[in-house]
């Protein structure tokens, strides 16, 4: 307390301790309902994994050790037969599918998310429509969005192919979602249009932070603008941007809706969330589901503590104040 | 001239940006409108208004059932998820103890959790719990990402507001609870409401869980039924009815963002978490 209540010490104490007294109680019910919801079912998905629990028996697994990760079998010819989803070819995909998208679509969005901040950073006539006009993207359901761009990507009827083929960009009408070569770039772009206002945002906001006598110092000098952009604006924005990279990238590792949606069972773009559903629900591999789960969970743990550490990110603004 | 370039150019940019950012909808409106073998022909303008889909829309009681599931659960998750957070985040704001600092980075990493994490856990929870295909297992495990998001965003901006007016209270006598609920909250009105609809955004959106949770038509969700949505076989998919529940479900949320833009951007950036 930064001002000392009217009467003595021991009662500025006792205040104390009935605020921090007030604040266990208020805090209980919170901590309890995220046990519940988050703590609790993480744990038990992490037992799973190590039995051979299935969908329909959920209380008679038994406890198998590390075989949904990995085991081995020698078999009498001496071949060693590898199991397990550190062995299966299915999970690497998926595992490189995320990646993949992970990193083109964060970058993308980045990149564009950042152009449209700088140019909704200038003041223009019909600046507030543009604004609100950027929102929408994001302000759509993404499962809607799927279905729209499902529609507009379509091989036979879809306005894409038309405009393209108008254009002469492409010769014949292209399957976006069913190719293998092209399912990925179909779900890169719905992803991209759908979560770049997101990053402009965010973008915008770190922007409208930094003084403008800064800028104005700059234009005196006469630094050219792109000088200015580089190693003025971009450094100074750099905080926002690795908050707003962070939690980009969250989402993306996890992603499960458009793809479910857009591109369903296309082994181009099966994610690391797709095919651990695939395996706990759809196939009842409950166990070998709550292994791959497990991982994915590892992977973004590790990924996100690599990230605060190495970019020294302050998440909680505690520091800051 | 080279200004005159300029400015051309950057309007270019800008209409540029309107465009995509609109079309796609814009094409979902165009497409509602058109029934049979119109839709195999790719048009740019709405060239005959024709509310067939819509009608066929409204008047399917499984989709109006789904409007109404979801309604219900996002609304219960987003009373639940601020009831716990506003008593919540006035500790974690305003009151000094060991473990804060560790605390809020507990509740940040909750939201960040994968949710196919917690998924056969939640599953085996909902299933003893006997709420297996009803509307209360997406308001429980909805908390999940309602909950930390309100509790982070609320503590931001209760740890924004000035000392001297808890302060004063202290002094007054007032205990914890009356400072929250009689010189906090209506301070907050503000903050309540941004978070508040960006929870209600969330759950009304939510996927992974209404798809895995819910087995019946009667008891799915919105973006279930829209993304379970299809005719006799794959090749029927019927479009312009998928397009008429699309943009029904999709204008109360522009709407609702255009109206809020400001607070959503407000609370966006004060909470830097996921929208």
């Known amino acids: 307390m930064p001002s000392s209540p009217p009467s003595g010490m021991s009662s500025r104490h006792s205040l104390s301790a009935q605020r921090r007294r007030a604040a266990m109680w208020f805090l209980a019910p919170m901590l309890i309902a995220l046990f519940c919801v988050a703590a609790w079912p993480l744990l038990r ?60 679509s964060v970058a993308l969005e980045t990149v ?25 993207p994001w302000a759509i359901p993404t499962i809607v969005s799927a279905r729209m761009w499902g529609w507009m990507l379509n091989d036979q009827f879809g306005i894409i192919n038309d405009i393209l083929l108008n254009i002469g960009l492409i010769e014949t009408k292209i399957a976006w979602t069913a190719n293998i070569e092209t399912a990925m770039l179909a779900v890169l772009a719905v992803d991209v249009w ?24 700059a234009k005196v000098d006469g630094v050219h603008p792109i000088r200015v952009f580089f190693k003025v604006t ?15 990238m969250l989402d993306a590792l996890r992603i499960f809706d458009l793809i479910y949606v857009l591109t369903p069972n296309s082994k181009a773009t099966k994610t690391m969330s797709v095919i651990a559903r695939e395996n706990l629900i759809d196939f009842d591999k409950f166990a070998y589901g709550s292994a791959q789960s497990t991982l994915l969970f590892a992977l973004i743990a590790i990924f996100v503590s690599a990230y605060i550490w190495l970019g020294k990110v302050d998440l909680s603004g505690e520091h800051s104040k | ?125 909902i299933r003893a719990l006997g709420i297996y295909n009803t509307p209360w297992a997406m308001i429980l495990s909805y908390t999940i990402f309602t909950l930390p998001f309100t509790v982070w965003v609320l503590t931001t901006f209760m740890r924004d507001l000035p000392v001297e007016i808890e302060e004063a209270a202290i002094i007054d006598g007032a ?31 939510e996927f992974l869980f209404a798809l895995t949770f819910t087995a019946s038509e009667s008891q799915r969700t919105v973006p279930v039924a829209i993304a379970l949505l299809s005719g006799a076989s794959e090749f029927e998919i019927p479009w312009g009815v998928l397009m008429a529940a699309s943009v029904i479900v999709t204008v109360p949320l522009i709407a609702l963002v255009l109206i809020f833009q400001r607070k959503i951007v407000a609370g966006l950036t004060a909470g830097g978490v996921k929208g």
């Open chain 1, 45 to 104: 998905t992490i037992y799973f994994s190590f039995t051979n629990t299935t969908l329909t028996s959920l209380y008679d697994g038994k406890w198998i050790g590390f075989d949904n990760y990995l085991s081995y079998r020698k078999l009498s010819s001496g071949r060693v037969i590898w199991r397990g989803t550190l062995a299966d070819p299915a999970w690497w995909n998926a595992v490189w599918n995320t990646v993949r998208f992970s990193v083109v």
């Open chain 1, 112 to 136: 564009l998310g950042l152009i449209v901040a700088l140019v909704l950073h200038q003041n223009f006539k019909g600046h507030g429509w543009v604004r609100a006009a950027v929102l929408i």
């Open chain 1, 194 to 217: 759908k979560t770049t206002p997101f990053m402009a945002l965010l973008c915008l906001a770190g922007l409208q932070m930094i003084p403008k006598d800064i800028y104005e110092a």
């Open chain 1, 234 to 248: 971009l450094p100074l924005l750099r905080p926002a941007l690795m908050v707003a990279v962070i939690f980009r």
């Open chain 2, 1 to 125: 001239m080279s200004k005159f370039l300029n400015a051309t150019l950057f309007y270019a940019l800008v209409f540029v940006i309107v465009g995509v950012s609109v079309f796609p909808f814009y094409y979902a409106v165009i497409t509602s409108f058109k029934t049979g073998t119109a839709l195999f022909e790719v048009d740019y303008f709405i060239t005959k208004l024709d509310f067939s889909n819509y009608i066929n829309v409204l008047s399917s009681p499984n989709f109006m059932r789904s409007v109404w599931n979801s309604v219900l659960i996002a609304a219960s998750t987003v009373g639940f998820a601020m009831f716990l957070a506003v008593t919540a985040s006035y500790a974690l704001a305003r009151v000094r103890f060991k473990g804060r600092g560790l605390l809020l980075i507990c509740i940040l990493a909750v939201s960040m959790f994968p949710q196919i994490a917690v998924l056969a856990g939640l599953f085996e929870l």
């Open chain 2, 175 to 205: 205990t914890p609870w009356v400072i929250i609920t009689q010189v906090f909250l209506p301070l907050m009105w503000p903050a309540l409401v941004t978070t508040g609809l960006l929870a209600f955004i969330g759950a009304w959106n």
